[in-house]
């Protein structure tokens, strides 16, 4: 237990639908993360917030949309995806000080297939 | 802009000590963080190095030298829950969130 949840932990959907990929921390951390795994690729980061605030969008496509509502909750809204989209969507969290590590605690992930 | 390259697989025996290389391209970075992921399971943090030299950690040691663009993940007493995939990390200087990734070294440890 790494103190973040993510749900739900597997996805498969069609290409013509809208569903929603939830992340929580309990850690207090200030800013929060989506990256997306694929198999034999580095993981890449898609969105940051800190504190509610989104500070990086790594060119992402817009049928990918991020949501912060509060900084303990991020959520991932699909839609009309694509068969290329299907990999492990991992969320993250990380207390964000000056000088310091920025040790980035995962979720387990959701994996995602779509059809 | 940045790049890691790390061995794409590594297999070594129980008991054993591996070296995990990563060699970057970057313009600046804050330090190189490396974590280690299981099938299946979420990556977890192992350790950090913002200056050069070994920093050391139980069995897990990490290296850094930033006149090579250069380090390495050091595991020592290798035991068969050590088999996971492991990530090189740099925390670019232009951003006080982002890491970039490695694509990741697969660790095989055999009996």
């Known amino acids: 237990e790494t103190g973040v949840t993510q749900t739900p932990r597997h996805l498969v959907m069609g290409m013509t639908n809208k569903k929603s990929l939830k992340c929580e921390q309990h850690l207090g951390h200030n800013a929060m993360y989506w990256y997306k795994q694929s198999a034999k690729k580095p993981l890449e980061l898609m969105f940051v917030y800190n504190f509610k605030e989104q500070t990086e969008n790594n060119s992402v496509p817009s049928r990918f949309s991020p949501e912060c509502p509060n900084s303990s909750h991020l959520f991932l809204h699909l839609h009309t995806l694509q068969p290329e989209d299907s990999a492990l969507y991992l969320c993250?969290?990380?207390?964000?000080?000056?000088?310091?590590?920025?040790?980035?605690?995962f979720g387990p992930g959701t994996r995602l297939t779509v059809l | 802009g940045q790049s890691l390259e790390q061995p794409s697989e590594v297999t070594a025996v129980e008991g054993a000590i591996v070296q995990i290389n990563c060699t970057y391209q970057?313009?600046?970075?804050?330090?190189l963080s490396w974590y280690q992921q299981h099938d299946g399971g979420a990556p977890t943090f192992l350790s950090y190095n913002a200056l050069d030299g070994l920093e050391e950690t139980g069995r897990f040691s990490s290296f850094l030298s930033r006149s090579d663009s250069y380090g390495y993940l050091l595991l020592q007493e290798l035991q068969m829950k050590d088999s996971a995939s492991y990530f090189c990390?740099?925390?670019?200087?232009?951003?006080?969130?982002?890491?970039?990734f490695g694509s990741g070294t697969r660790l095989l440890v055999r009996p």
């Open positions: 990390a740099v925390r670019p200087e232009d951003s006080s969130y982002k890491l970039i």
């Open positions: 993250a969290s990380s207390q964000v000080t000056e000088g310091r590590t920025n040790e980035q605690f």
């Open positions: 970057t313009s600046g970075f804050y330090g």
